[in-house]
Nanobody, 119 residues
Framework: QVQLVESGGGLVQAGGSLRLSCTASGRTANTYRMGWFRQAPGKEREFVSS????????YYAVSVKGRFTISRDNAKNTVYLQMNSLKPEDTAVYYC????????????WGQGTQVTISS
């Protein structure tokens, strides 16, 4: 099992920045990829960004590309999401998730952290 704990959410004005953190614990040795997802009220959960644990390859949703940056600190088992130029439409609960090597889905999820952007 892998446990994921997110932090860093909050309320900021449009144009501001936030940095989310997600720390993994437990059986993390086989982690292949970690990702960030978000779910706004009344909407489906959507992909935001991901990073492969070994190579550090990154992927972004079109809606956040150029504004958000994902990174990881392998020694701390932590992935970050730096969010800049935030917009009201970025308001959502942000979830961290991890994917094991050889498994095609994100198996483990954090509890989520609320991000609210005021206009």
């Amino acid at each position: 099992q892998v446990q994921l704990v997110e932090s860093g959410g909050g309320l900021v004005q449009a144009g501001g920045s936030l940095r989310l953190s997600c720390t993994a614990s437990g059986r993390t040795a086989n982690t292949y990829r970690m990702g960030w997802f978000r779910q706004a009220p009344g909407k489906e959960r959507e992909f935001v960004s991901s990073i492969t644990w070994s190579a550090g390859s990154t992927y972004y949703a079109v809606s956040v590309k150029g504004r958000f940056t994902i990174s990881r600190d392998n020694a701390k088992n932590t992935v970050y999401l730096q969010m800049n130029s935030l917009k009201p439409e970025d308001t959502a609960v942000y979830y961290c998730a991890s994917q094991r090597l050889g498994v095609g889905i994100y198996e483990y999820w954090g509890q989520g952290t609320q991000v609210t952007i005021s206009s």
